[in-house]
């Protein structure tokens, strides 16, 4: 009997629809509306060069932005999708090449948008806005002749909104704001991955699990979760992902049924020992730096009341925190008990 084919890799499968989307409704059903006017406009005016958006994607990161953004380009059917990001982009040179070398057929998809710096920011507008862009004469001449630019289509990603410059986000036609996911959402969202790669599973008890430690994000519910059950089920020379090797993925990944991993009980630990500490003595006993904690750790945190922060914005543990963290030996044995297991 021949063996079926099945994928390695999470990142295998390219979404190529919109409707292919699970969950954020609201976004989708906003970008379907553009679309759909965006292509009966261009019907009734007979031109093909005219540019969807542009489109600014907002939202934690982690919530499907990029996916969204391809999904995109592969709905208007344009030939090249031009990748890049915000850092990338302050360089004049870089940002000028694109924006000239682009033409009606071409996405230009700038993720991490907030890390463009206010010039780029500018120029980016004046492409969008006017069309062209201004290149000085020579090098020593204060005289400028313009470049005309194509009707390309610009999407931006950003998880911080508020570092891009006012004039360029309010020029931004479509705004879409994405949100974290319900755990229903996000087992469709493992369910279709995992039917797409032909990886089975014992039951849909494995994919709900998967779903509810992924701290409300595709990226964590994929790349990380599933990946890993995959792997192990692999490692036991199975293709179909057991209950069993499910607990023993999160086992090794040491993430709990709350989603949090050693790094946030790590965190939880520290401030259950002194109540409540400000972020910089915090950053200190945990040996990180303090961006780690305000932008990797404290959101879910916070989101989830496992921490609070107080009229001083120290850090405080809650009820909720302390006892997830009493309760956090019974991973701990679990490990070990992995570990003594699998050596056997």
């Not at 999407?155 to 479509?174: C, G, K, S, V």
């Not at 879409?176 to 959402?185: E, I, M």
């Not at 009980?265 to 730096?289: D, F, H, N, T």
Request: glycine share 4%; proline share 3%.
């Amino acid at each position: 009997m021949k063996k079926i084919s099945t994928g390695i890799d999470i990142n295998q499968i390219k979404i190529t629809s919109l409707s292919h989307i699970k969950g954020q409704s609201q976004v989708v059903d906003t970008l379907k509306l553009h679309l759909r006017a965006h292509f009966n406009i261009r019907s009734d005016s007979g031109s093909l060069d005219l540019s969807f958006g542009p489109v600014i994607l907002t939202g934690p990161s982690g919530t499907g932005k990029t996916m969204v953004a391809k999904a995109i380009h592969a709905e208007l059917g344009n030939l090249e999708l031009i990748e890049t990001n915000g850092v990338t982009v302050n360089n004049k040179s870089e940002l000028f090449s694109i924006l000239i070398n682009a033409d009606a057929n071409t996405t230009i998809f700038i993720d991490e948008a907030q890390g463009m710096n206010s010039k780029a920011q500018h120029i980016l507008l004046t492409a969008i806005s006017e069309k062209n862009l201004p290149v000085p004469a020579s090098a020593s001449s204060q005289h400028c002749h313009t470049i005309p630019l194509a009707d390309f289509t610009i999407i931006m990603a950003t998880t911080h909104e508020y570092l891009l410059q006012d004039a360029l986000r309010n020029r931004m036609r479509i705004y879409c704001r994405f949100n974290y996911y319900s755990a229903d959402d996000l087992t469709e969202i493992v369910r279709q991955r995992a039917d797409a790669l032909k990886w089975e599973y014992e039951s849909d008890q494995v994919l709900q699990i998967i779903a509810q430690r992924a701290k409300g994000t595709p990226r964590l519910a994929l790349n990380t979760n599933l990946q890993t059950c995959w792997y192990v089920a692999k490692s036991h020379d199975r293709d179909v992902i057991t209950l069993s090797d499910m607990h023993e993925a999160f086992g090794y990944l040491q993430i709990d049924g709350a989603s949090l991993d050693k790094l946030d009980r790590s965190y939880l630990s520290v401030l259950a020992e002194y109540e409540c500490l400000p972020l910089g003595v915090l950053s200190s006993k945990l040996s990180l730096p303090s961006l780690t904690l305000t932008r990797v750790v404290e959101p879910y945190l916070l989101r989830e009341g496992f921490v609070v922060k107080d009229k001083t914005s120290a850090r405080a543990i809650t009820q909720k925190g302390i006892e997830h963290i009493t309760n956090a030996s019974v991973l701990s044995n679990t490990v070990k008990d992995i570990s003594k297991n699998v050596n056997e």
